[in-house]
């Protein structure tokens, strides 16, 4: 590796509704003021950048003065929050143009906030929401489930430093997570099974 | 480099094994030799690497003539290394510097890798489709890519034998999470053979000139795991997008902004699955092919695995 090396590009983790909720944790690798923020994952990983493909189920711009766009995306274990303002136009334009019910796919950041019963929640400041297909929502169910239990298996590992902090942080097993992605992917074989498009999530 | 700190360099790339070796000592030991006893840089470089040797006390052959590694021409990853490489002559390319005296590709078993050689050196030429051993070549890194420049010091022989050059071909999955910029309509510069992408009309080598339109796609595959930077050109770009260059001149014109185009394109790229083909390029995978990925294939194994924990 060289010293001229551009900063390598945050990978996008592919982690499940249920599972990114719960990730309230966040942390920083190193002092430096623009260092990258990270998640911490309940299963065991750093993420400073997710990828999901889901239902938008509801769109609703919670602005005061200038538009703010909340957007609920719901994939088989629960529902993601994704936020865009004037500093993600490409995101709040899409969230103000489209009509759900529509698959969409969405790389972002995730932001955790406090709210005023000093609980915490983890959002997502998306880059980017496209509409997509059925498969491709379907196959990001199934990438999802198999990331997630790669992570679940990882997570006993001595070395795997990430899974140590989590267990400092949290109070979940990972066995339920094994749970969600049983169920994930079993309801993807009831859609598959039978018409398909009728069976688009709900709140 | 001048021609003596190339020789301190190599010889010092040599010893960095055997011994506490500074290459400005080296070269200071060179320059005595040449200015006061008037002999040439070739002889003054065995006279210095003899001392060198009697000091590690060290044979001849405990340091090969070039004492390199021989290195695999699509293993090169790191910058400023000598290294020794034996591969066949690919191509050969126009070189579009006087200083350089040919510019081509490299390859062997395990891929390719672009190679200079510079007027200065005086080097033999070599031939494409021939079969060379390299001494003493240095490696280069620009932007993500590795090459090879040949350098005074470079030893040269012409083997009596075939290579099968591999292609490293490589196919990578994932959803594409990212269009860059420098995507979709960009002019390029009209020059004989400079292919540069114009920015705000200007050419890098060639300053300002009249571009000429081309369709491109830089792009990003992630699969959770690792990202690979994709870039298609133009036949690829129509392909996957439905829209020609012509039609994207056309948008541009009626939209009097060039940048409708990648906007188009991102908006029917983003956030679906690809599976791309093609060579690695340092940091890009070249795309022979782009083609969209349907539904899942591993549901069943994948809720067996899950069932199984």
Redesign the interface.
């Known amino acids: 590796m ?1 010293s ?2 551009i900063p ?2 945050e ?4 982690v499940f509704a249920t599972e990114f909720n719960d990730a309230t944790f966040t942390f920083k690798e190193s002092d430096d003021e623009r260092a990258p923020v990270y998640q911490l994952l309940p299963t065991g990983e750093k993420a400073n950048r997710v ?1 999901f ?1 889901g239902t938008l189920t509801e769109k609703e711009d919670v602005g005061e003065d200038n538009e703010y766009w909340r957007g609920r995306i719901v994939d088989p274990t629960g529902t993601f929050f994704v936020y865009a303002g004037q500093y993600q136009p490409e995101a709040a334009r899409m969230l103000r143009e489209l009509e759900p019910p529509a698959y ?4 972002g950041k995730p932001r955790t906030f406090e709210t005023d019963d000093g609980s915490k929640t983890a959002s997502v400041r998306p ?7 059925d ?2 929502r ?10 997630t ?1 790669d992570r ?2 990882r997570f006993g590992e001595e070395s795997n430093e990430y899974a140590r902090t989590a267990e400092e942080n949290y109070e979940i097993e990972p ?1 339920k997570y ?1 749970e969600a ?2 169920s994930a ?2 309801s ?2 009831e859609t ?1 099974d039978t018409t398909g498009s009728d069976a688009i999530g709900t709140t | 480099m001048s021609d003596l700190q190339t020789h301190a360099a190599a010889i010092t790339a040599q010893f960095s094994e055997h011994l506490e070796i500074d290459e400005q000592d080296v070269k200071e030991r060179l320059e005595t030799v040449v200015d006061e006893y008037r002999i040439p840089p070739e002889e003054a470089r065995r006279t210095v690497r003899n001392q060198y040797l009697e000091e590690a006390d060290l044979d001849d052959d405990a340091v090969t003539t070039s004492g390199n590694e021989m290195v695999g021409v699509g293993t090169i990853e790191t910058d400023e290394s000598w290294i020794d490489v034996t591969a066949k002559v690919v191509e050969l390319w126009e070189p579009q510097s006087e200083a350089i005296a040919q510019v081509g590709l490299l390859g062997d078993e395990s891929g390719r890798t672009k190679f200079v050689s510079f007027e200065t050196s005086d080097l033999p030429a070599i031939d494409e489709g021939e079969v060379y051993r390299f001494e003493n070549v240095v490696t280069d890194e620009y932007q993500g890519n590795y090459s090879v420049k040949l350098n005074r010091t470079t030893d040269i022989e012409r083997l009596d034998e075939s290579i099968e050059v591999g292609d490293d071909t490589t196919t990578v999955q994932g959803a594409l999470v990212d269009i860059q910029s420098g995507s979709g309509l960009i002019k390029r510069c009209p020059e004989d053979d400079c292919t540069r992408v114009l920015q705000n009309g200007r050419c890098s080598e060639h300053g300002s000139v009249d571009g000429e339109f081309d369709l491109r796609i830089k792009a990003v595959l992630d699969n959770g795991e690792t990202i690979t930077e994709v870039i298609c050109n133009r036949e690829r770009t129509e392909e996957l997008t439905g829209i020609t260059l012509k039609k994207a001149k056309q948008m541009a014109k009626d939209a009097l902004d060039t940048t409708v185009v990648a906007e188009e394109m991102s908006e029917e790229l983003l956030g679906s699955y690809y599976a791309v083909s093609g060579p690695e390029l340092g940091r890009y995978v070249l795309a022979d092919s782009i083609e969209p990925l349907g539904e899942p294939t591993e549901t069943e194994s994948v809720l067996i695995e899950a069932r199984s924990i």
């Open positions: 060289s001229t090396e390598s590009r990978v996008a983790r592919r990828f493909s969409v796919s969405v790389a880059e980017s929401i496209a509409v997509v297909d498969s491709t379907n196959r990001w169910v199934v990438e999802t489930a198999e990331r239990l679940i298996e066995r094994t992605v049983v992917i079993e993807l074989e598959t």
